[in-house]
């Protein structure tokens, strides 16, 4: 884990310069999350969680997250937590292999700024999409956040 937070601080500094020289919003902030209107391309870091239970898994693994969802509707392929404020937001993944529009229905305490953390009803099948599109990617938003 400490490996992991030394790698995350040198990381984030340089996608985030990066961002910027290519024109994208980047805010990895919880308390500074930007109003993004439709039409907005941003970059994104993407995780993934899903219903898929192992016996013996170790909690906290992403997992067993099979019913309901923080603004009342059960998860579905597509479904995305975001940051509280934009809940309701729908969005698109550039090179998403299975070419979604994903809803802002779900939030999480891990969620912040501009990360999305996408739904899938198994680990392999989260892990599969991840290994195309990468854990920072580049989104658009299609419809605003209600």
């Given at each position: 884990?400490?490996?992991?937070?030394e790698?995350h601080?040198?990381v984030?500094?340089?996608?985030q310069?990066?961002v910027?020289?290519?024109g994208f919003?980047?805010?990895?902030?919880?308390?500074?999350?930007?109003p993004?209107?439709?039409?907005t391309?941003?970059?994104?870091?993407v995780?993934?969680?899903?219903?898929e239970?192992?016996?013996?898994?170790?909690?906290?693994?992403?997992g067993?997250?099979?019913e309901w969802?923080?603004d009342?509707?059960?998860v579905?392929?597509?479904?995305?937590?975001?940051?509280?404020?934009?809940?309701?937001?729908?969005?698109?993944?550039?090179?998403?292999p299975?070419?979604?529009?994903?809803?802002?229905?779900?939030t999480?305490n891990?969620?912040l700024?501009?990360?999305?953390?996408?739904?899938?009803?198994?680990?392999?099948?989260?892990?599969?999409?991840?290994?195309?599109v990468?854990?920072?990617?580049?989104i658009q938003?299609?419809?605003?956040a209600?």
């Amino acid at each position: 884990p400490a490996a992991e937070r030394e790698a995350h601080a040198r990381v984030v500094p340089a996608v985030q310069q990066g961002v910027h020289e290519l024109g994208f919003a980047f805010s990895m902030a919880e308390s500074d999350p930007l109003p993004l209107t439709v039409g907005t391309r941003i970059l994104a870091e993407v995780t993934f969680y899903y219903c898929e239970y192992t016996a013996g898994t170790p909690g906290g693994d992403g997992g067993d997250f099979c019913e309901w969802m923080r603004d009342g509707t059960i998860v579905y392929p597509g479904a995305a937590a975001c940051h509280y404020n934009y809940l309701g937001q729908r969005f698109t993944v550039e090179g998403d292999p299975l070419e979604r529009v994903y809803t802002c229905n779900d939030t999480g305490n891990m969620i912040l700024g501009q990360h999305r953390d996408i739904w899938f009803m198994t680990s392999a099948e989260g892990w599969a999409w991840q290994q195309v599109v990468g854990q920072y990617v580049v989104i658009q938003i299609v419809e605003e956040a209600h």
